[in-house]
């Protein structure tokens, strides 16, 4: 802390203040878990107070998180100071089944792809991207059909027969179907839009706390894993319901996205509502 408080003593009150770390200042999954997040962050957060451009990188959970840290955390700068955890390289310690080329998925668990990112700095402005690994897409986001209901506070349970995975789904599943999309870098700014087009307008996705349904299947079973390596609830994932009534057939689905920084993304993908599960539907 006095190396900080000496290093703060030369750089001018304007200027972008940057903080790298390994342990966050903030845990999504439990804030008070001495294992997970930095012991003195108060203190850290109390010297920073006063500073209106700052903002911090942390490792150590292998998942992307961001938090944005006031008065409660002990930061007093006439912004909320912000904590960006960002994904590894190994992403889920190298965990999950291998590729053609024998190298493992590596998905983190709370469903971003492993890589690294890239930060940008102009003045005192910055953005950050994610950079995926090699061969995996480099999509901002994943899409994907959901036939188990859930609840905003819990990860409900499935019914036997009613899990769907992609993006096809029975007729009969569509009251517990919901479209869940995980924006990789997402977080609690991050705005999320779903229309079916030509069937509805854009409306606003809710933010869940819930595994990514994808990561659940990846690292289930006796999957090559580490120990420990498990899909956890991922801090940016939305979803909505899907219409009752949505024919059978295939629909195009538009994904709006106004991430942390203000950058403006979509993606539209084709869903597929089958008559019976696992036959496709005869308008295809």
């Given amino acids: 802390m006095d190396f900080v408080r000496n290093v703060l003593a030369h750089v001018p009150r304007e200027h972008l203040v940057v903080l790298s770390m390994h342990i966050p200042l903030r845990c999504y999954l439990d804030p008070d878990n001495p294992a997970d997040t930095t012991a003195d962050s108060r203190a850290l957060l109390e010297v920073l107070g006063g500073r209106p451009h700052t903002v911090s990188f942390a490792g150590h959970l292998h998942a992307t998180e961001h938090h944005y840290l006031h008065g409660e955390a002990g930061f007093a700068g006439p912004h909320p100071h912000h904590h960006h955890v960002l994904t590894a390289a190994s992403g889920s310690w ?51 059909l959901d036939g188990r209901h859930r609840s905003p506070a819990a990860d409900m349970p499935a019914r036997p027969g009613t899990a769907t ?84 057939g295939a629909h195009v689905l538009d994904i709006r996205v106004m991430d942390e920084y203000g950058r403006e993304h979509a993606a539209r993908t084709v869903i597929e509502v089958t008559r019976r599960s696992g036959m496709p539907s005869a308008s295809l």
Avoid at 98 to 122: E, Q, W, Y
Wanted: net charge positive; glycine share 8%; charged share 20%.
């Fill in 94 to 144: 190298w965990s999950g089944p291998v590729d053609h080329r024998g190298i493992p998925a590596a998905d983190s668990t709370d469903g971003t792809p492993n890589g690294f990112h890239v930060l940008s700095v102009s003045g005192h402005r910055y953005t950050t991207r994610l950079v995926p690994s090699v061969a995996k897409p480099a999509a901002r986001l994943r899409v994907l």
């Fill in 165 to 248: 995975r992609g993006l096809s789904i029975p007729e009969g599943d569509l009251r517990q179907g919901r479209v869940i999309v995980n924006v990789f870098d997402g977080g609690p700014r991050t705005r999320v839009s779903c229309a079916i087009v030509g069937r509805s307008h854009p409306a606003p996705m809710q933010r869940v706390a819930m595994p990514d349904p994808l990561m659940r299947d990846l690292f289930a079973g006796d999957t090559r894993r580490k120990a420990w390596v498990q899909a956890v609830p991922s801090s940016h994932i939305w979803q909505a319901p899907l219409p009752m009534d949505l024919p059978s």
